[in-house]
């Protein structure tokens, strides 16, 4: 008896790892890009055969790195930056290179923008150490950054936050590196990216080295400064010479009768609402302007007014809070003085010094900013009623976080 044997024939296969599939008996892959930029996917496969890839669908915005192989192995998928707001879509077939059996097919899904000009953050807090902060920038062309210091004149003949940028087809990277605040002032940087009219920023705040010597009043649970707002990030005296310095909304510049000539005649109104920046609130660390509600219920707790000398003060103002009634400098209690400063404008310096203007952090008038507003003859009222025109400046009482 004769016996022979024949050997068996393995069947062919070829698989593709690491990409998603509708259900595992589909021979169907899809690779989707993340978003619009240039990127690039290595494929692997396990096959025991000679493979081939062909293009179902052609595109110019996508290439392979080979175009057949044998047994394992990989190719990579090159995707070109797509410089539209439209998705974009591509098709491969991997077949065996004999007789074209065995087909698989990736879809590839590449995102279009969103937006012309985009940036990875909004804003940046640190301490005062040294530091580096990272901003990436994604644009349809190339771009160029610039860097405004807050508060301007203090800080720009210092510059503390160079910028270096690397880019390649509108794609990169802005690296901030801030040198070390010596100071116990809050400073900030406004990185301004710019491509044609288009324009994004991004915001740097760095604190100072932080001293709290003002412990305020607490007053119905809000705990009040007893001085208004100085130069920025710090407190004034109380002094007849030093009661504070004169602000505009959402403007970090410290106004005086010599920078007055300075004030912004037309600020641009950003709509009802809107509240000051953290980056231009010149609130000492760890305090903040009030809400217009803040002032109308300090003002509902208390309210005298008194010329300058009585009980110690040094000018004409109002004590406010709970004991605004019997308060004295030696002997204030929970209540507040607030100093009758006037507002400040452009054209006519120091304005209306019998009245005071105490700014709020809110916007609900097209004409100005709210703020408690009292006088000697009429008082106070609802900061939440009342506001100070946009081309003037007042003064800031912060309350503490």
Sequence with gaps: MLWTACEKQESKYINIEGLEKTDNLSRLYYFRTENHKKTSKTIQIKSNTEWKITFEKEADWCSISTE???NDGSFVINIDKNKTKEYRHAMLQICQADDGSQNSYIDIFQSGYDEELWISTISFVTNTPATECEIEVSAVSDWSASVRYVPEADWAAYPWCTLET??????????AKLKENPTELRRGAIITISMGNIEKTDTIIQHGKYTDDEEGVNINGVTWATRNVGAFSTFASMNFGDRGRYYQYNIATAYTEQNSSEINLEPAFPGYGFSWT???????EGWRIPTAKEWSDLYASGYRWVDAGEGGVPCDGAWLGTNAKNASMSDP??????????????DRG???????????NEIKHSSGTQAFLFTKANGGGSAENAFILWEAAGNIRCVKK
Aim: glycine content about 14%; overall charge negative; proline content about 7%.
């Design 68 to 70: 057949n192989g044998a």
């Design 166 to 175: 690397t880019q390649e087809d509108g794609d990169g990277v802005i690296t």
């Design 278 to 284: 953290r980056v231009n609130d010149p609130s000492p």
């Design 333 to 346: 209690g929970a209540a507040i003085f607030l100093p009758v400063l006037g507002a400040m404008t452009q």
């Design 350 to 360: 120091l304005i209306e010094t019998q009245r005071g203007y105490y700014l709020s």
